[in-house]
């Protein structure tokens, strides 16, 4: 069986969660998995496949992510490797909203080339009232309405699909 790293990086704590689901998942269909914050800067080489999970802030993954995709980049190009995504994205609605929420932003894009991913997957993130006027009417104009978006059915799903391909 493949053994698998799910690495993330999380500000608030729903990727956090969204990992350990999708960890849990692969667990349960009977594949060796580390679920592992990126912070703690987890070594790919003993791992067949890597998942790599971040929130989106300001249209791009934490810099932790960035970073430790950079740092390990020989590697993991030489991995079977998946993407996922916290953020707005899939919840934006009407006519500015539609517009965005089809696009990958430019920063996402990068490291899914630098990851030479097998797939990137956007799932819809949690987010409350920001403080800032500024985020706020951002939110306001793209549709998105605050609360916890996570499907987690869907999340189930994709780790399915992953098990599928490794498997
Ligand atoms: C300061 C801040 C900036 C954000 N910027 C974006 C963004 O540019 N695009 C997006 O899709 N989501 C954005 N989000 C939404 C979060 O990425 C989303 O809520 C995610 O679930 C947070 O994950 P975490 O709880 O693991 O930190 C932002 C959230 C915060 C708090």
Do not use: C
């Not at 390990?72 to 707005?88: A, I, Q």
């Not at 696009?103 to 403080?131: C, H, I, N, W």
Request: charged share 25%.
């Amino acid at each position: 069986m493949p053994k698998i790293l799910v690495a993330y990086a999380s500000a608030d704590g729903s990727t956090a969660e969204v990992a350990s689901a999708v960890g849990r998942r692969l667990t349960s269909l009977g594949f060796v998995t580390d679920v592992v914050d990126i912070e703690f800067k987890p070594d790919p080489t003993p791992y067949d496949a890597v998942i790599v999970g971040s929130a989106i802030h300001n249209g791009a993954l934490l810099p932790t992510a960035v970073a430790w995709v950079e740092a390990r980049k020989p590697v993991l190009e030489s991995r079977r490797t998946w993407l996922f995504t916290l953020g707005f994205g899939p919840v934006l609605r009407g006519p500015i909203g539609g517009i965005f929420r089809r696009m990958v932003p430019p920063d996402v894009a990068s490291v899914q080339d630098a990851l030479k991913a097998e797939e990137y997957r956007p799932f819809a993130g949690a987010f409350s009232r920001p403080p800032e006027r500024r985020l706020r009417v951002l939110i306001w104009l793209l549709g998105a309405s605050y609360g916890d978006h996570r499907d987690w059915a869907q999340i189930t799903d994709w780790a399915d699909s992953i098990a599928r391909r490794l498997g």
